[in-house]
């Protein structure tokens, strides 16, 4: 089928494997001659904290990934059933410790199954204002009870929680990293 596919665009599909193989040779040997060879140090990363705290002041934020059962075109016979589902959802994690994201992944009815349930980073002033209410009380790792909405119930999860203000270094350690890497990665691959 993809062999086809690239037929129709006119393209030899040996040149084209050929191709994703020298890219993927390339995406290696930066790896390793390039990549492999930035180290940040702890240093690198306080320093660079030092010189840019007005980039780390943030609102109020919380970044959530979630369980969803839709009740969706379900009779009214199966909502309490779907309401035990998601408190058993809820149990697994508390009781079992079973990991949030691969229940979501495998039962989430939610389009966020797919990247464990995540959505993402909110602003307080984003969400609305009963489920900001909650969801702002919990720290990091911890859940909302099961929430009833229009279309199903939700358990949220508090990924991580970002106070009003400026952000402290251990919050922003792997943005900081992850910063320096890229700013060092240029200069390597030239």
């Known amino acids: 089928a993809l062999e086809s596919e690239v037929n129709k665009t006119g393209q030899d599909f040996d040149t084209f494997k050929t191709q994703i193989r020298n890219q993927l040779l390339?995406?290696?040997?930066i790896r390793k001659e390039v990549g492999s060879r930035i180290v940040i140090s702890h240093e690198d990363v306080v320093k660079y904290y030092n010189e840019h705290k007005s980039e780390f002041v943030r609102p109020e934020m919380a970044v959530l990934r979630e369980i969803f059962v839709s009740t969706e075109?379900?009779?009214?016979?199966d909502i309490p059933?779907?309401?035990?589902?998601a408190?058993?959802?809820?149990?697994?994690?508390?009781?079992?410790?079973?990991d949030f994201g691969d229940l979501a992944k495998r039962f989430s009815d939610s389009p966020t199954a797919s990247q464990s349930g995540e959505l993402g980073a909110f602003e307080r002033s984003r969400l609305d204002p009963n489920i900001a209410e909650k969801v702002f009380a919990l720290n990091r790792g911890q859940m909302t009870d099961v929430i009833e909405t229009k279309t199903g119930f939700e358990i949220l999860q508090v990924r991580e929680r970002y106070e009003a203000g400026e952000q402290p270094l251990d919050k922003v350690d792997p943005e900081i990293t992850n910063r320096l890497y890229e700013l060092k990665m240029e200069p390597g691959l030239r």
């Open 26 to 29: 390339t995406q290696e040997v």
């Open 73 to 77: 075109g379900k009779p009214a016979a």
């Open 81 to 85: 059933i779907l309401r035990k589902k």
């Open 87 to 98: 408190e058993n959802l809820r149990e697994r994690v508390v009781k079992n410790g079973d």
